[in-house]
């Protein structure tokens, strides 16, 4: 089928049959829920010459070959970039109600089959995939003779992406829709569109660390703005003004290790990340006139409470907001069949049935129709209103969190400083290791 809408009220419906979890709920506030669905991603060289016709065949005999035939999957090829790429999003229960998984050894299993059907259309899977070859692609070495860095490249392509996402596996998700594939496992790495091998982000500069990139989006906008207040000091503010001190006084004096921020913002001494992260934490205890660790633990637990009530009012609302739906579908069904002439006994069924609901929900005329309907519209409008509420307080409540274990795991530590300070004198041992002479 080629109707996004059906497509999506069929995965749904299986989903919730076997998961016996709403298909569109929110995720819960630790961000461990079930995983709804897989994305794949199966791009082609310039080089294979493959037609968009073809690519979107391959990836339908991809996904029957390696998850059978009653497995659910939507497939968009996509023909904005040189090579043409089909994105799969996989169902994670199949219509009989088996669980797919995505991890590294289902990933292996994927490959396999995928470069299976890639060969019995004609198509030979590139070596770097297969672990054949280390040579560089042509596309490659054009971009390098250009003086463009794919490092860079994705540099710019991260930066230009956390204004705009509110969650690491959001940025990651941003990348892939833009044609960037990515690997998550004990690193995360990136493969730009035509690039040869896959990159770590934490070699593209310490800002771009896993942990640097959670940070980056965490404190975007919380705190930003504003001024230190003269009169409001307490033992939480008193313990990041003094760490920050003696951060800044390492660093003037290189006796730690110098973590620079190539982007602009409103805090840091010299650019220096972890001066930014603590200034950013003391800019919202500032902020939000947080006390003590005390205070800050109480509004912990409330976010947490608040979350969990909103989560609960959303899920209600879209339990009636589904209803909504599918009493509008039986009212166009409907229509459709009375207006028909000869009905099949299949047709005649979903008449009676469309009947049974209009008549249930006491649908006597066009106005309740229109009234279902606006309904149905308001609804949604007040789903997508309480989702950003959840946000912010999912937003928040992570700001925070992030404070207390900073404050138990560094700020409030007598020895952290003196951990900084060992942490470079390694970094200078391992730099007079490496330029030792070689005999």
């Not at 709403?22 to 995720?27: N, Q, S």
Request: net charge neutral.
């Amino acid at each position: 089928m080629t109707d996004a809408a059906s497509a999506f009220e069929q995965m749904q419906l299986v989903y919730t049959q076997y998961a016996r979890d709403r298909f569109t709920t929110p995720p819960p506030l630790d961000w461990k829920g079930s995983v709804k669905a897989i994305h794949y991603i199966q791009s082609f060289s310039p080089e294979d010459n493959v037609t968009p016709e073809l690519a979107h065949k391959i990836a339908k005999a991809f996904v029957r070959k390696t998850f059978g035939d009653d497995a659910q999957a939507v497939i968009a090829t996509h023909v904005d970039k040189r090579h043409i790429h089909s994105h799969i999003l996989l169902n994670s229960y199949s219509i009989s109600g088996q669980k797919f998984y995505a991890n590294k050894e289902s990933l292996q299993r994927v490959r396999y089959f995928s470069d299976g059907v890639c060969r019995a259309f004609g198509i030979e899977p590139s070596p770097n995939i297969t672990g054949k070859g280390k040579g560089m692609k042509h596309n490659e070495w054009e971009h390098r003779k250009n003086g463009i860095s794919w490092k860079q490249q994705i540099r710019d392509e991260i930066d230009k992406l956390i204004p705009t996402v509110i969650t690491l596996e959001e940025l990651l998700q941003a990348l892939e829709e833009r044609g960037y594939e990515v690997k998550r496992g004990k690193y995360i790495s990136v493969r730009a569109p035509e690039q040869e091998r896959f990159v770590r982000t934490k070699t593209l500069g310490e800002e771009y660390t896993e942990d640097s990139l959670i940070i980056r989006i965490l404190y975007r906008d919380m705190g930003e703005g504003v001024e230190p207040l003269d009169n409001f000091h307490s033992d939480l503010w008193d313990a990041y003004d003094s760490v920050i001190g003696d951060v800044r006084v390492l660093a003037e004096q290189s006796k730690k290790v110098p973590r620079k921020q190539n982007i602009s913002l409103p805090y840091s001494a010299n650019n220096d990340l972890d001066v930014y992260r603590l200034s950013a934490q003391l800019n919202v205890i500032n902020k939000y006139h947080i006390n003590s660790i005390s205070d800050l633990e109480h509004r912990i637990k409330s976010l947490k409470d608040e979350h969990e009530k909103y989560r609960n009012d959303v899920n209600e609302l879209i339990d009636e907001h589904i209803e909504l739906r599918n009493v509008l579908e039986q009212i166009k069904i409907y229509h459709e069949f009375s207006a028909k002439g000869e009905l099949t006994s299949k047709e005649e069924v979903q008449l009676l049935l469309a009947k049974q609901t209009i008549e249930r929900h006491e649908i006597l005329s066009a106005a309740d129709e229109i009234r279902l309907r606006n309904r149905a519209e308001n609804l949604g409008k007040k789903i997508g209103t309480r989702k950003e509420t959840l946000d912010k307080i999912k937003k928040q409540y992570e700001v925070f969190k992030d404070i207390r274990d900073t404050y138990y795991e560094d700020v409030s530590r007598e020895d952290y400083i003196e951990s900084l300070v060992e942490e470079e004198r390694q970094r200078q041992e391992e730099f007079k290791k490496k330029k030792k002479p070689k005999r």
